[in-house]
């Protein structure tokens, strides 16, 4: 069962002289299950990738589809979840606020957002900090709180743009623990963009983005 099927996509960015081909023809599943990373060097594609597939960004040519889930945005913000890459915690929303902020957007009450907002900081080991505003927190724990966020609109699939890329090793790690306890027990499907091939190599499957091109090694076989 795939969750994202993409055949032949590619995005450009900008036109004429100045175009910048980001994603160049692309085919590619997501599975149900998957564990997924991507890999490749600063502006190879992978963040256009994962927009690609979230649904953020639209093809240039190609098709994306999500057999699974609903035809409409709304539908597929319900199952679909993304760890941006940087900074995205609102400013004056506080921690909580911004954890509750996926569920609540997707229809879910606010009693039950807070139950699924504090369930995720504490399974991301921040629930101490519920009450504070993002600017009282260093770069790790806004991160956590990104990922909480993800978890609280129990996505299907789980897409993390560099989750770890700002934080140091120890931080990093946790977070990836918690990316990959919370996908088992969502029963989502895991896709990560990192540089870091310690970080990739804990997940299953790595894929490799090449000046936009992606490298997809075949099962049981070369790449
Ligand atoms: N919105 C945009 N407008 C113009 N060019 C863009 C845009 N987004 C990405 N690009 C360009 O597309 C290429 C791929 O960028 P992308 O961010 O997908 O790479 P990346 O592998 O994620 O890089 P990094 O690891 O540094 O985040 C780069 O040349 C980048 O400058």
Do not use: Y
């Not at 991160?143 to 700002?166: H, I, Y």
């Not at 963009?193 to 075949?218: C, K």
């Amino acid at each position: 069962m795939s969750l994202v099927r993409c055949v032949d996509v590619a995005r450009t960015f900008g036109q004429g002289d100045r175009a910048v081909v980001a994603v160049h023809g692309c085919s590619c599943e997501v599975a149900a299950s998957a564990r997924i990373a991507i890999t490749g060097s600063s502006g190879s594609g992978k963040s256009t990738l994962l927009h690609l597939l979230a649904g953020l960004e639209v093809p240039t040519s190609g098709t994306v589809s999500w057999p699974e889930f609903g035809t409409s945005l709304a539908e597929r913000g319900r199952d679909i979840a993304v760890v941006f890459q940087g900074p995205s915690l609102l400013p004056a929303l506080d921690v909580l606020e911004n954890a509750m902020m996926a569920a609540v957007l997707t229809g879910i009450d606010e009693a039950e957002a807070v139950v699924r907002g504090l369930a995720a900081l504490q399974a991301v080991g921040i629930s101490d900090l519920s009450n504070q505003l993002p600017e009282t927190l260093s770069g790790g724990q806004a991160q956590r709180v990104a990922v909480a966020r993800a978890l609280t609109s129990r996505p299907r699939l789980l897409l993390a743009d560099e989750p770890t890329g700002q934080l140091d090793g120890v931080t990093g790690r946790h977070v990836m623990d918690v990316l990959l306890a919370a996908a088992d027990e969502l029963g989502a499907a895991l896709v990560v963009s990192t540089h870091d091939p310690a970080i990739a190599a804990r997940l299953a499957e790595q894929w490799e983005m090449r000046d936009g091109r992606l490298f997809v090694p075949v099962r049981g076989g070369a790449a």
